[in-house]
């Protein structure tokens, strides 16, 4: 068993859940129960309904605002909202990125690159 721990470390159980929910879309589930599959449902199963899992007055706001549909693979988060307040999407990887790419294919890399 503490092998299994190792093999899912780096699973991303969230893209994972968007993927078979829009999967069970395209073979005749409905798109608002396979939206429920992934939000209301995991809430209700561990007792965090009271607060969490639907877009309720007086429960958390947390909700993410998608590029497409969020049951499409090709889709992504625009904005992210944890208890009713927006977080920044930018990561170390988006800083770096702009840090360190040229602005133009044509202008030089950074002296340490050479």
Known sequence: VDGLSTIYSDYLAG?????????AVANGLSWDQALS???RNPARIWGLDDHCGSL???KDADFVIWHGDPLDVSGWPQRV???G???SLRTRQ???????????ASDPWPSNYH
């Open 56 to 58: 309720t007055v007086g």
């Open 94 to 104: 988006t800083a770096l990125r702009e840090r360190y790419a040229p602005a133009r």
């Open 37 to 39: 599959a992934i939000t």
């Open 15 to 23: 893209a994972a859940l968007r993927e078979a929910a829009g999967l």
């Open 81 to 83: 909202f944890i208890a």
């Open 85 to 87: 307040a927006e977080v």
